[in-house]
């Protein structure tokens, strides 16, 4: 199963930009942790970072029919991006939104998230462990739809043969 990490604007200054806020950990320090985690539960993951709304909105979209799953930090565009918002709602591709600092105790502006209505669930204020629980949940979610289709398959497969 494949997870795409899309990492929004600024998230490449990480372990440089107020560390006091995000922390000393560097953008590349998170993935590799995340790609240790991917490949023990043999997940395929790639990583996506832009400052451009639109190639975010881009890669979403090319999301469909390639990904499995989708681990996003919007950062800024969180609470500004109707377009993000509508890619996540379009792809129906299970959604995680990771945030390292506490949105809800930053300035008021940060509390709303437009896209986390359409997303699965959200992480907030973990700092950069909030990313290996996202693929916790990531994980989970996944090994559930994978059951549930496998289940829907054996009963067509019952119902199929019942008929015959």
Not at 99 to 125: D, M, W
Not at 136 to 150: P, S
Request: net charge negative; proline share 4%; aromatic share 6%.
């Amino acid at each position: 199963m494949k997870i795409v990490v899309i990492q929004g604007p600024n998230l490449n200054m990480l372990g440089i930009r107020e560390q006091n806020i995000y922390g000393p950990m560097k953008l590349e320090d998170i993935h590799a942790q995340m790609k240790a985690f991917a490949e023990q539960n043999n997940h395929e993951i790639e990583f996506f970072q832009s400052n451009l709304e639109g190639e975010i909105v881009d890669r979403i979209q090319e999301c469909l029919g390639d990904a499995d799953g989708i681990i996003i930090n919007p950062a800024a565009y969180t609470h500004t991006s109707i377009a993000i918002r509508d890619a996540i709602a379009a792809v129906k591709i299970p959604t995680l939104e990771v945030h390292l600092s506490n949105i809800y105790q930053r300035e008021e502006f940060r509390h709303k998230s437009l896209t986390a209505p359409v997303c699965a669930g959200q992480i907030t204020g973990m700092g950069p462990y909030g990313y290996h629980l996202a693929m916790v949940g990531m994980n989970q979610m996944l090994t559930e739809i994978k059951m549930m289709k496998e289940h829907q398959a054996k009963m067509q497969a019952a119902q199929a043969q019942a008929q015959a």
